[in-house]
């Protein structure tokens, strides 16, 4: 990622931070619609995933400048993936619940610019995550 794309995700992140609750709401509501093969992997009570989702994302988002630092725990995040029954293709479902979840929570300020840089912070987080349930799979 490039600097100024790593600045718009990490600025962009930090409108959404005050609606996080609702932005977990729709980003579940979006994930479960476009992949509902996925909601049996979910539990009925959806209260702890979403404080979940929203740890890995400010982790992933806030260590943008130190990746580092982020890809081991990236890397277990995706290694227990495979407990859970994820598939890789289900990664992409995801990725579409994010960037449609930032156009709403974000509206105006979700421009082509800030879409793209998400895109890109989203395919590096799923691709470690992806590559650390391989192995573990292996």
Not at 46 to 59: C, D, F, G, R, V
Not at 90 to 115: C, H, I, N, R, S
Not at 124 to 129: D, K, R
């Amino acid at each position: 990622m490039t600097p100024r794309q790593i600045e718009l995700v990490q600025s962009s992140f930090q409108k959404v931070l005050p609606i996080a609750d609702a932005a977990a709401d729709i980003f579940y509501a979006r994930l479960f619609e476009i992949a509902p093969e996925v909601r049996p992997l979910f539990p009925d009570d959806m209260s702890e995933q979403k404080k979940k989702l929203l740890k890995l994302l400010a982790m992933a988002v806030n260590g943008l400048n130190r990746v580092e630092e982020v890809v081991p725990a990236l890397q277990a995040c995706g290694a227990r993936h495979n407990g859970y029954n994820v598939k890789l293709e289900q990664y992409d479902a995801v990725g579409a619940a994010l960037l449609f979840t930032l156009g709403k929570g974000l509206g105006d300020d979700f421009t082509p610019e800030v879409e793209e840089a998400w895109t890109e912070c989203y395919g590096l987080v799923a691709g470690v995550m992806k590559e650390a349930q391989v192995k573990a799979a292996a």
